[in-house]
């Protein structure tokens, strides 16, 4: 049995037949298994990314809104109208009369 593995092989037509070297084939295959690797690494974190920012932007309307919301309400507290309602109606304030104005010079 040794010696069939120690003898060399047999020639056709000439041609010596050899066995394949398989290293540059598998380093090809690693090559490619990197690059696909790599590839779909990539196209994970993209898609990752694009899933944060669609949260980041739906967050953003909304605190876009709350403050369009708070604006309309600072407005409307800020009304003349009602401060001088809240005024009478709440703490019982009330326009001074004539003897308790004093102007000063």
């Known amino acids: 049995m040794s010696d069939a593995t120690i003898r060399a092989l047999p020639k056709i037509n000439g041609f010596s037949l ?12 690693a090559l490619l298994l990197a690059v696909s690797l790599f590839f779909v690494w990539s196209r994970v974190q993209a898609t990752g990314l694009e899933y944060e920012i669609s949260q980041l932007e739906s967050r953003l309307r909304g605190v ?4 369009s919301n708070l604006r309309l309400e600072a407005a409307s507290l ?5 401060i001088e309602r809240v ?14 104005v004093i102007t000063v010079n």
């Open 78 to 82: 800020r009304n003349p109208e009602r």
């Open 87 to 100: 005024a009478q109606k709440e703490l019982n304030l009330h326009l001074p009369s004539a003897e308790q």
């Open 18 to 29: 050899h066995r394949p070297n398989l290293l540059p084939v598998l380093g090809f295959i």
């Open 64 to 67: 876009q809104q709350e403050t």
